[in-house]
């Protein structure tokens, strides 16, 4: 166990496979990046869902919410939902291995807010456990 009560399992591959992001939330690059290297940090692994949605029983999919609401300043809600796969197919029923939503309305810096869910992301991620992979 590590600080903050995160914990450390092990899997066979550590591999998350992120859904496609929406093109009507107009999903920054850098965001997608930045999640990237949150999930790196924490030992998994990315790879983008194919359209089949194949992957292999026991690996794990991820879905990214982005929301911002306001005026001017523009809060950012990030909700991550990380699933266990039980089948050959990503689903909607999978069992959620991991689930945060958290939102950021500081520091206001720029009106799109695109820091604010840079650490949104950071919050959200920050209480995921880590990852190792089984080595045979």
């Given at each position: ?31 997608i990046?930045k999640l990237?290297?949150?999930?790196d940090?924490?030992g ?5 869902l ?18 911002l ?10 909700e ?18 991991y ?7 500081f520091?206001?810096?720029t ?11 950071d919050?959200?991620i920050?209480a995921l ?7 045979n």
């Open positions: 166990m590590s600080a903050a009560g995160v914990e450390t399992f092990q899997h066979p591959s550590c591999l998350v496979h992120l859904h496609p992001f929406s093109k009507k939330h107009n999903y920054d690059e850098s965001l990046r990237k290297s949150k999930l940090d924490k998994y692994k990315t790879r983008a194919d359209e089949y949605k194949k992957l292999v029983p026991g690996e794990f999919h991820l879905e990214l919410k982005r929301t609401t306001g005026k001017l300043y523009k809060e950012c809600l990030i991550i939902i990380v699933k266990k796969a039980r089948s050959n197919t990503a689903l909607e029923n999978d069992p959620i291995f689930k945060m939503e958290k939102s950021r309305r520091p206001r810096q009106l799109k807010g695109k820091e604010r869910c840079y650490l949104a992301i919050d959200a920050y456990n880590i990852c190792k992979q089984v080595t």
